[in-house]
Antibody, heavy 119, light 111 residues
């Protein structure tokens, strides 16, 4: 049974950093791409970042490129999102999701972790 | 263009049929990338509803179906039920962004 569990959210001041983690279980982690998707309060879904199954390629949404970094540790079945230079508009629930490759669907999602950027 | 446009809301009575449109452009749906649909019930994480060409994950009833033409796609829900009340999102890959696009979401209200 596939499980994705996010952690690391919390309240952080503007300009500070935060690292989110996503623990994966129940599948062959190193065979799948992984993604982060966020949702601002009362708003829709926004794709944040993607990483290939082997970590060789990473892609970012325009609003986070240069500030956020996605990474993974296949030996630990973990994916991370390092968020630097946080802004108020980064506030929201961050979901970890598994993808089936470029152009393919996000077939499993975690329950999300809330990030609040506020002074 | 690199955006997927959905109507903000749709509604229907129990038993009726509703459709939700998703309009993209030549760098995403029009480029031949698959369109995927997600359902988000209130207070929960999104869930994959239908992917690519009418493929439904286990447990999703065949009341849900999709179609695609040119730069647009559409989700149809027949035999509307109260439990279908949720937000629905379309998704496609965009070659200009080298990344994913989600539609703005459509809130389905069952009257």
């Amino acid at each position: 049974q596939v499980h994705l569990v996010e952690s690391g959210g919390g309240v952080v001041q503007p300009g500070k950093s935060l690292r989110l983690s996503c623990a994966a279980s129940g599948f062959s982690f190193s065979a799948y791409g992984m993604d982060w998707v966020r949702q601002a309060p009362g708003k829709g879904l926004e794709w944040v970042a993607s990483i290939w199954y082997d970590g060789s390629n990473k892609y970012y949404g325009d609003s986070v490129r240069g500030r956020f970094t996605i990474s993974r540790d296949n030996s630990k079945n973990m994916v991370y999102l390092q968020m630097n230079g946080l802004r108020g508009e980064d506030t929201g629930v961050y979901y970890c999701a598994r993808d089936r490759g470029t152009g393919a669907q996000f077939d499993y999602w975690g329950h999300g972790t809330l990030v609040t950027v506020s002074s | 263009q690199s955006v997927l446009t959905q109507p903000p809301s749709v509604s229907g009575a129990p038993g009726q049929r509703v459709t939700i449109s998703c309009t993209g452009g030549s760098s995403n749906i029009g480029a031949g990338y698959d369109v995927h649909w997600y359902q988000q019930l209130p207070g929960t994480a999104p869930k994959l509803l239908i992917y690519a060409n009418n493929n439904r994950p286990s447990g999703v009833p065949d009341r849900f179906s999709v179609s695609k033409s040119g730069t647009s796609a559409s989700l149809a829900i027949t035999g509307l039920q109260a439990e279908d009340e949720a937000d629905y999102y379309c998704q496609s890959f965009d070659t200009s962004l080298t990344g994913w696009l989600f539609g703005g979401g459509t809130k389905l209200t069952v009257l």
